[in-house]
């Protein structure tokens, strides 16, 4: 789509030349050939650092935008972004391709396997599992029945997927109109796991909108774990039943999460921090130490000591 | 099945006619050839304004049963129609009718088309999808891997339905007897959801017991939510992750619930009220206002100050 | 294996006949041909009563060792068990051998059936379904779409197991090394369901370790629950949407689990107890009583009080 074409689209205005756009990208990520935008002023200090050939933005951050990248003004570059993103989604269905089973390999019956598919040596596929396009699963891998790996996911070696677990679905991204609807934002990243991972039975794994959502090498998330768009697990994780991450949740390696814990979006966890049962993740933890507490989070102990406090107290009223 | 029938089945005793029974439904919606029941007195007021033929009640509700309609005397009313609600369920499978799937739908392998479904134009139903009998679909759909949708459940246009998601199955309702039993009651409504609704992956959404259980037009629904029977979510709403709402739960429009919060069953959330994450809705909530805390539940920037109050306290204990 | 291989393999050293062992098992269970293994000092005491061929234990445990009881000594008797674990694993296919389901079973199409499964009468094995080796499955049954059955599982008469809930599951079980790598405990136990029961719509049953994981007759378990391995539900529990039990939950009968609600690991709750929604059971609790509250729980008419105390306290501050 060219510029004026997206500008049209999306009620934005510009000054410059009428480039094609080939595809959306972050701020980071974004090339000469694609479009990125930015949301809000706490990220307008990474614009001057973007390759973006082009920019959604909001009047008051033009200033920002360097020479040589061409600023489309809007009011809501978010829901701008959403708009577009339907345009520039992948298609559900790739180009037809040969897909490369390892003859070692046991796929079992009912099981689907899209276009450009990889599968190595002595992974066995399970019945009713579904492989999208152009998924890679390595070697001595078991998929379970029912899982779905979405298109362009990628599982490493020696990983157990256990049945009705999904991999790489949309995340849970809308922008907003004034009048309250939700526009959908299509995501075109995808999941990677490492080797040695397994992944609990009915756990929901998004993709990235962009880049790719990330569980290290040995780390094990146990059954109905929901684990958001653009998170990154670092090795050796231990994520126990009904956690929730939100998007872009970073844990360092070794971090275990205890039961029905969670995190709030975009925090991060220091390596072998240990969250309790329940724990609510709602700013950076450091690493090395134990918490626990749904609001605010604390260290262990202190959360020990202020429940028994408020027991001790309590009781003589 | 006549009243006669009934009775001895359910050890209720009756004068009047022996009228045929041909279903079971609410004091609100039952017809003159439909029985209901009057589970305890604080429904007994609705009783006079039912149209039902018949009424199952306990003799202490017997005033308020009007002319015109039958009562069937028992001790435990709500447990007499659980046991007749297997005998008035629909069969598992209907008489068998042509679908009407849309030439230009994609219907991929190893789906299953119940009887009388209709799949409309451009909708995409991906492999291992299950869609029970009289399911109906809109157009430009997206129902993706492996999800299931249950007998009579109406799916509007532009919907995606991620992969292993369930739509419609029974409601967590049982009866209970003296001896500690739990008798299944057999839910006959359905699910509809609007357009552009969105369901996450393994999220599931029980149909209603009479009715249905509804999800208005643009609401968002994240991975691995619950929605109980006979809840009705308003237009716009969006349900984070991991989030249960009980049965009869009815949120307005635009209503946000964050991640793994909750509700009790039959309270209601006004429009565009917001619930923080873990929140747990245990009342009826004003609409417009943000909300937060699992139990007692406040406004948000009441619970900040509380919390905020209770550490300062403490920490000088 | 024998015992030198094993010695060999996990690093232990022991003294005494070379015989060969066939099977792992806990220090319950084991007998004369198999391996067990003692993880720390509060197990010590049940090492004299067991009937193992052969024991994984550490130096200072070595003393509770009765004679006929050959001891490996090694650092980590729990890894040393993990990485054994997947040597004495059943294999993921059994041998082939018939099936026997009953004429008068309905199953319908892409449904899996693996080897040795019986089906009984009246059974419906809806689409998608997975039936893995050994299963058995009792008459008067629905096995909804897509649901997993994994092998060895038993499922009782009249039970109802909604769409793409999995049966069977390997249990969230690791053993650690000093590096951070976790090594996956392969579960060999199996699943047991009663009569009369139901399960939800993408519910999780893991299998135990060596033993059963087990729900009794008319117990009810609503959709998103998560049951670890070796739990044990008495008859008529009642387990409401979205709560986890972890490893070794022993509920008695009768017992109401309120919505998300959790429990720790290897504890116990009494008969006819009731848990409010979100209650945490962190530790045992007496039968015929109320709960509620995260941490600490507590009865439920105290915790009330206590809130309803903290509320009138810091209102006034």
Redesign the interface.
């Known amino acids: 789509m060219k510029l004026s074409e997206i500008a049209q689209k999306t009620g934005a205005s510009f000054d410059g030349e009428d480039i094609e756009i080939f595809a959306l990208n972050s701020l980071k990520n974004a090339n000469k050939a694609e479009l990125t935008y930015c949301d809000g002023e706490k990220n307008a200090k990474f614009i001057s650092g973007s390759n973006a050939g082009a920019i959604l933005v909001t009047k008051n951050l033009l200033e920002f935008v360097p020479s040589g990248m061409t600023a489309l003004v809007c009011d809501n570059p978010h829901l701008a972004f959403a708009i577009l993103s339907k345009d520039y989604a992948k298609p559900?269905f790739c180009e037809k391709k040969d897909s490369s089973i390892d003859p070692s390999a046991n796929i079992?019956?009912?099981v689907?396997i899209g276009s450009n598919v990889v599968v190595g040596e002595n992974t066995?596929i399970?019945?009713?599992a579904?492989l999208g396009d152009n998924v890679k699963i390595g070697k001595n891998c078991?998929i379970?029945?029912?899982v779905?790996i979405?298109n362009d996911c990628i599982v490493g070696d020696e990983c157990?997927l256990?049945?009705?677990c999904?991999i790489g679905?949309?995340g849970?991204g809308?922008a907003h109109t004034k009048t309250?609807?939700?526009v959908?934002i299509y995501h075109n990243g995808n999941v990677v796991l490492g080797n040695?991972v397994?992944i609990?039975?009915?756990?929901?794994i998004?993709r990235g909108v962009f880049e790719s959502t990330i569980v290290a090498d040995?780390s094990?998330v146990?059954?109905?774990v929901?684990i958001?768009h653009n998170c990154e697990l670092g090795?050796?994780c231990?994520i126990?039943?009904?956690t929730?991450l939100?998007g872009s949740t970073i844990l360092g390696?070794?971090v275990v999460m205890g039961?029905?814990s969670?995190s709030?979006g975009h925090v991060s966890v220091g390596d072998f921090a240990q969250v309790a049962?329940?724990g609510?993740v709602s700013k950076n933890l450091e690493g090395g130490k134990k918490y626990?507490g749904?609001?605010?989070i604390m260290e262990l102990a202190e959360q020990f000591k202020?429940?028994a406090?408020?027991?001790r107290?309590?009781k003589k009223?």
């Open positions: 559900l079992m019956p009912n689907y066995v399970m019945a009713g579904f078991i379970h029945p029912n779905v979405y157990h256990l049945a009705n999904v679905s949309d849970f809308y309250g609807e939700h959908k040695y397994e609990g039975a009915c756990t929901t998004d040995f094990k146990d059954n109905l929901q958001g090795m050796g231990l126990v039943s009904q929730g939100a390696r070794n039961g029905q969670g709030a049962a329940r609510g626990a749904a609001y605010p202020l429940q406090k408020i027991s107290f309590f009223k």
